[in-house]
T-cell receptor, first 115, second 113 residues
Framework: GAVVSQHPSWVICKSGTSVKIECRSLDFQATTMFWYRQFPKQSLMLMATSNEGSKATYEQGVEKDKFLINHASLTLSTLTVTSAHPEDSSFYIC???????????FGPGTRLTVT | AQKITQTQPGMFVQEKEAVTLDCTYDTSDPSYGLFWYKQPSSGEMIFLIYQGSYDQQNATEGRYSLNFQKARKSANLVISASQLGDSAMYFCAMRDTGNQFYFGTGTSLTVIP
């Protein structure tokens, strides 16, 4: 099956710093990628839809200046958490939609801890 | 409005027994897809089974089957012959015509030896 990778798989950073998370589709092209956030024992909440070559679409309540998304190529989208705070600690999952067969595949997730 | 409802926050099942995880959905789209994912403690979302809204037969994948009742808008997951490795969170999800996913709140399944 199609593979989506995320890097890093986990990261610990200090409050006030920025963290970049990468989402890559390894064997297919993805014009659209999705970023989710999952707090402990809760469901996945869509944060934003990342479109290759254009601006991301953010869900209501998600600060676009805090969660910067860049989708510069058909296989890579990045999420940068700027000026991270402890409340940003969460599990971040991306998914990528195959441009040819329109299926979505999830990455393994990135666990962010802000101290 | 909540699109996906999972009313069982936690379930227990004896090893080798079958278990049903409930899921109801709400949509006015004529075409949609229903998914079940397993999320172990590692966090990865593992695809289990898919049911299209126009599929006449219930989907099956090995020990997983989806009991699709379109008129009731339910898509329950049945796991047969439970194994210890089945202990995990299970999420029901719906994909609408805009290809956006909506997830339920999940059910934590514990398989008892």
């Amino acid at each position: 099956g199609a593979v989506v990778s995320q890097h890093p798989s986990w990261v610990i950073c200090k409050s006030g710093t920025s963290v970049k998370i990468e989402c890559r589709s390894l064997d297919f092209q993805a014009t659209t990628m999705f970023w989710y956030r999952q707090f402990p024992k809760q469901s996945l909440m869509l944060m934003a839809t990342s479109n290759e070559g254009s601006k991301a679409t953010y869900e209501q309540g998600v600060e676009k200046d805090k969660f910067l998304i860049n989708h510069a190529s058909l296989t890579l989208s990045t999420l940068t958490v700027t000026s991270a705070h402890p409340e940003d600690s969460s599990f971040y999952i991306c998914s990528a939609r195959d441009v040819l067969i329109y299926e979505q595949y999830f990455g393994p997730g990135t666990r962010l801890t802000v101290t | 409005a909540q699109k996906i409802t999972q009313t069982q926050p936690g379930m227990f099942v004896q090893e080798k027994e079958a278990v049903t995880l409930d899921c109801t959905y709400d949509t006015s789209d004529p075409s949609y897809g229903l998914f079940w994912y397993k999320q172990p403690s590692s966090g990865e979302m593992i695809f289990l089974i898919y049911q299209g809204s126009y599929d006449q037969q219930n989907a099956t994948e090995g020990r997983y089957s989806l009991n699709f009742q379109k008129a009731r808008k339910s898509a329950n997951l049945v796991i047969s012959a439970s194994q210890l490795g089945d202990s995990a969170m299970y999420f029901c999800a719906m994909r609408d015509t805009g290809n956006q996913f909506y997830f339920g709140t999940g059910t934590s399944l514990t398989v008892i030896p």
